[in-house]
């Protein structure tokens, strides 16, 4: 259900029968939650987002940018420096839309994993809708590596019954053969048409990722890879307001290296909730 100004919202012809949006706007009066908006005009920005990581996930899987674990990832050298535990550090002689749009413009040059190539589809999609002045503003110097995102994203990961396009889940394979640890599950992104992008598998149904999964598991492994509810999100409102906002205090993520290709992003965030620990421990 969709509230707009604390009224429902019915205004359905905004958008055409069968676009991108009017599916968006389907899918979420069909939810048993609430999206309540302060105004049209916020909802109207989502709905945009929304469609944006559709289209830059489809983008991304046209292009020739490859599956590779970290220990093989490769990127452009003009734009990107290859960290020794396989992330992409933006090089600060180039601007960061540049080097963002370099990844779909010269895609053969690149291969990572598909946690980073989510955290590709998100810059390129908020490239997209604020325009590049405002997002070389915001999102200086991009670390790609795992699920490290610039805060001012605003990801945010949640159980949930009800996904929308737009959003990003996981496939847990929970018996993955450990000599493959890539296939340990696959992030994907909610398409419009009920099919799902993972990068590597690229673009099917939920039962054909789950089916790919199952053809990388341990021998004898009798459970079945599944879909699971946890649900990945941008802050569109923090997205919405970028525009708006004359300062901000930015807040750096500390960087948690690790060799587990295609983790949810769940477990990188219970790496990070492990070095804090680890680092109030040393720090006493």
């Not at 996930?57 to 490859?66: D, M, Q, T, V």
């Not at 020794?84 to 933006?90: L, N, V, Y």
């Amino acid at each position: 259900m969709i509230v707009v100004s604390g009224m429902p919202f019915q205004q359905m012809n905004i958008w055409p029968a069968g676009s991108i949006e009017h599916r968006i706007i389907q899918e979420m009066n069909k939810a048993s939650v609430v999206y309540s908006y302060p105004s049209i005009d916020d909802l109207s920005f989502e709905v945009n987002m929304r469609k944006s990581i559709i289209q830059s996930a489809r983008a991304l899987n046209n292009s020739k940018a490859r599956f590779a674990v970290f220990a093989r990832s490769r990127a452009n050298p003009q734009y990107w420096y290859v960290t020794h535990f396989g992330g992409f550090q933006q090089r600060q002689d180039v601007r960061p839309s540049d080097a963002i749009l370099d990844i779909y413009n010269n895609s053969s040059q690149y291969a990572f994993e598909c946690a980073t190539a989510k955290l590709i589809v998100y810059y390129h999609a908020v490239l997209k809708v604020i325009g590049e002045a405002a997002f070389n503003q915001w999102f200086q110097s991009i670390h790609l590596y795992s699920w490290h995102a610039d805060p001012d994203l605003g990801l945010k990961a949640r159980d949930l019954e009800h996904f929308l396009p737009g959003d990003v889940v996981y496939f847990k394979n929970p018996e993955f053969d450990p000599n493959k640890s890539q296939w340990r599950g696959e992030n994907a992104v909610v398409l419009e048409d009920g099919t799902y992008y993972g990068h590597g598998i690229g673009i099917g149904t939920a039962e054909h990722i789950i089916a790919e999964l199952n053809k990388q598991r341990r021998p004898g492994a009798s459970q079945s890879a599944y879909l699971t509810k946890l649900v990945v999100r941008p802050s569109f409102n923090h997205l919405a307001n970028i525009l708006f906002m004359n300062m901000r205090v930015k807040y750096q993520n500390v960087i948690i290296q690790h060799n587990k290709a295609s983790i949810s992003y769940d477990d990188y965030a219970l790496l990070h909730v492990a070095y804090q620990k680890w680092k109030s421990y040393v720090n006493r």
